[in-house]
């Protein structure tokens, strides 16, 4: 997953993009929970005032922050005496064709609270501090530019409040907008129109899977352009690979035509790694699809420079280069992990788990769903364990014209385009499961 730059006339803001599909605005939320406009609005702060202090979560040292689910839904907890402060945010939609900014503050402490965010202009689900009668600023001990909305926050209690976005807030209630929950929902079942996986693997601690859904949903947010630069066309190619699948946008065949120049020569003048350049490519050729065959004849003299054979099928010279691109500003994370879970290694030829299974993976029961391989296949399988045996239930969907095989089982060939077979794995642990539950994919 990319974490993005939000310029400002303060500083360059790191952190995570939201908002939603279909209209324009955008802002990105800081690893404190602080929300940052792309346009020239002033950025939304929030504090919070505890049993001893007000807490600025921009400053304090006891903050941690996730991505539910993978989503551009942002969770920020600030610790405070006898427990945690916990904010959600996140852009919905509403009535009207209306969209906010969204923010829940959970007190998870014992004690009451108050939050404080840094202007007025907000929908509310529950009454406000206001000025005392003899004007005194609703939130005493707090120094701030601008006065703010202060809501009080019962121990073990939540409120929200929405910064209406488009549309007439006057018009609108907070219950008009879709909450957290759905909106997760929503992206994550964006994600898996491309791939979806169910997997237990981790990545600095975080789980695979959401990882992938952070890096698809970022995308979709927040594209990247097409320059010059050989590694930035790359990248453009493997998130317009990503989009396609998503269902998302169509590409420019222009622009893909010069995405691919811009990387054959590049890769002529020794500037682009081999194996990067040809994982452009081979997003290239998915992008193409079966329909451009002429154009794929043009990319195959292409590929066939850079690898240096011109005997080779289009599939067995992409699939040629190092699994791993090398350049980090290249990779997508989900095109890392779906090499490891199935490959078009040949025209026609699709290899399921290329490498073998991890060490991490034995024994543990796993499925992946819809891998786009080659130019117009899709592949989904499961393992499950019959002992020291892997049990593996598969579909490809696509021309039927293709013959399956296994990195763990290298006796193991098919020309079903569904199926079941038992697979002999070595090392696997005792602790392997001992009976295959029963799985299908119809």
């Known amino acids: 997953m990319k974490l993005v730059n939000a310029v400002t006339n303060e500083a360059t803001i790191h952190g995570r993009t939201i908002g939603i599909l279909g209209q324009p605005w955008r802002a990105t939320v800081t690893p404190a929970g602080d929300v940052y406009p792309w346009d020239d609005a002033e950025a939304v702060k929030w504090y919070v005032a505890a049993d001893d202090r007000w807490h600025i979560p921009a400053d304090e040292v006891a903050v941690r922050q996730r991505s539910i689910d993978g989503a551009p839904v942002l969770e920020t907890r600030v610790r405070i005496p006898g427990g945690d402060v916990i904010q959600r945010v996140w852009v919905a939609t509403g009535r009207l064709g209306s969209s906010a900014l969204m923010m829940e503050f959970e007190n998870d402490s014992p ?11 907000l929908l509310v689900s529950r009454p406000v501090a206001v000025r005392s009668s003899a004007g005194e600023w609703p939130a005493p001990g707090l120094e701030i530019p601008r006065e703010p909305t202060v809501i009080p926050v019962g121990h073990r209690t939540s409120v929200r409040a929405a ?149 080779m099928s289009l599939m067995a010279m992409l699939h040629s280069g190092s699994p791993h691109v090398d350049s980090q500003d290249v990779n997508l994370l989900v095109g890392e992990v779906e090499n490891e879970f199935a490959v078009m290694s040949d025209d026609g030829v699709i290899t399921l788990l290329p490498g073998g299974i991890k060490p991490e993976r034995l ?25 020291p ?43 392997a499961l001992a009976v295959s539950d029963d799985l299908s994919f119809s």
């Open 163 to 311: 910064w209406v976005i488009s549309g007439s807030a006057a018009d609108l209630n907070i219950g008009d907008f879709a909450d957290w929950a759905a909106v997760v929902r929503g992206w994550v079942s964006l994600s898996e129109r491309a791939s979806r996986f169910t997997i237990a693997d981790l990545r600095d601690s975080q789980r695979v899977d959401e990882l992938i859904v952070s890096e698809r949903t970022e995308v979709a947010l927040n594209p990247g352009s097409l320059s010059d630069a050989p590694n930035a066309a790359v990248r453009w190619l493997l998130e317009e690979r990503e989009l396609k699948r998503m269902d998302l946008k169509v590409t420019d065949l222009v622009e893909l035509s010069g995405a691919v120049e811009t990387i054959s020569r590049a890769a002529k003048r020794g500037r682009i790694a081999k194996a990067d350049a040809l994982t452009g490519l081979k997003a290239a050729a998915y992008l193409l699809g079966a329909t451009q065959e002429r154009t794929l004849t043009d990319l195959r003299k292409v590929v066939a420079k850079i690898v240096g054979s011109k005997k």
């Open 363 to 387: 024994g543990v029961q796993f499925e992946v769903h819809g891998i786009a391989v080659g130019i117009n296949h899709r592949v989904s399988f499961a393992v499950r364990w019959h002992g």
């Open 111 to 121: 004690m009451a609270i108050a939050i404080a965010i840094d202007r007025q202009d």
């Open 389 to 431: 045996n892997a049990a593996v239930i598969w579909e490809v969907s696509g021309p039927d014209d293709v013959e399956l095989r296994s990195g763990v089982d290298m006796t193991w060939v098919s020309t079903n385009a569904s199926g079941e077979a038992l697979w002999r794995v070595e090392n696997v642990p005792e602790t």
